[in-house]
Nanobody
Framework: QLPLVESGGGLVQPGGSLTLSCTAS????????IGWFRQAPGKEREGVSCISPRGVKTHSIDSVKGRFTISRDNAKNTVYLQMNSLKPEDTGVYYC??????????????????????????WGQGTQVTVSS
């Protein structure tokens, strides 16, 4: 397995937008559930959103619903996280991760639609998102 790579982070003002991308070389992301996680300094890594292998099912935590949209283009081997109306509390390092097909169903049963880090096998290096005025 090859590592995932995130891109698209940066510094934005509150209310701004960013689109993060997750890609991989050498294997197909279409075989996996892809989750987006974030980690703020001094805090645990938090699941944000996930998407099923074919993109039919998605889950997001309540704090980002209506603002963040997860999607994928398997032809481009890319998963996206479109982030609108960004808030300072969205600040953190954002990671994408790949997990088995059952992961997307586990998120809802667990009560956290963002999922848990231990449910995922492969991780990217992270991209910094900073929301500040």
């Amino acid at each position: 397995q090859l590592p995932l790579v995130e891109s698209g982070g940066g510094l934005v003002q509150p209310g701004g937008s960013l689109t993060l991308s997750c890609t991989a070389s050498g294997f197909a992301l279409s075989r996996y559930v892809i989750g987006w996680f974030r980690q703020a300094p001094g805090k645990e890594r938090e699941g944000v959103s996930c998407i099923s292998p074919r993109g039919v099912k998605t889950h997001s935590i309540d704090s980002v619903k209506g603002r963040f949209t997860i999607s994928r283009d398997n032809a481009k081997n890319t998963v996206y996280l479109q982030m609108n109306s960004l808030k300072p509390e969205d600040t953190g390092v954002y990671y994408c991760a790949a997990g088995p097909e059952l992961t997307v169903e586990r998120t809802q049963m667990h009560g956290n639609p963002g999922g848990l880090p231990d449910w995922y096998d492969d991780w990217g290096q992270g991209t910094q998102v900073t929301v500040s005025s």
